[in-house]
């Protein structure tokens, strides 16, 4: 592993005045259960974060049990576990399904660098593959980027 796994996840998002607020998050479905990679869900993720713009998705790759993501802050930010709380509420009220939930928490890891960046996304596209649901990360679907992004090291 390229870094360190905590026990828990942290809370909260400590800003910093010298580099932007980027944020790689991994949210988990409650017990693993594998309901998010399908088109519908994809599909009411992606309307949830656009009507939730308290913070940004650039970045996502969705997986069966869990979803990664890079977020940053949008019009007026929530706290940004608030921010979470809100779009998960958003997809299960589009979805209308019980069996579709969502962990309590979220992890979270602040970007501090390209290098950190880079190391975040490699990992997260290379998810599908390492865990053989296709060969190469462009045969996954159920990926993308809500929007455009330019960082301090582009």
Known sequence: MLYKRRNRPARGVLGSASIPTVVFTTVCTK????????????????????????????????MPDHVHF???????????????????????????????RWQAASFHHRIRSYEDHNERRIYMDENPVRAGLVERIEDWPHRGELFQRFHWWS
């Open 31 to 62: 017990g693993r259960k594998r309901w998010l990679a399908n088109p519908e869900l994809h599909s009411a993720l992606r309307a949830a974060w656009l009507r939730h713009v308290h913070w940004v998705v650039s970045w996502y790759l969705i």
């Open 70 to 100: 890079f977020a940053e802050p949008g019009e007026k930010p929530l706290p940004f576990d608030d921010w979470v709380a809100v779009w998960k509420s958003g997809v299960a009220r589009i979805l209308k399904n019980p069996e579709c």
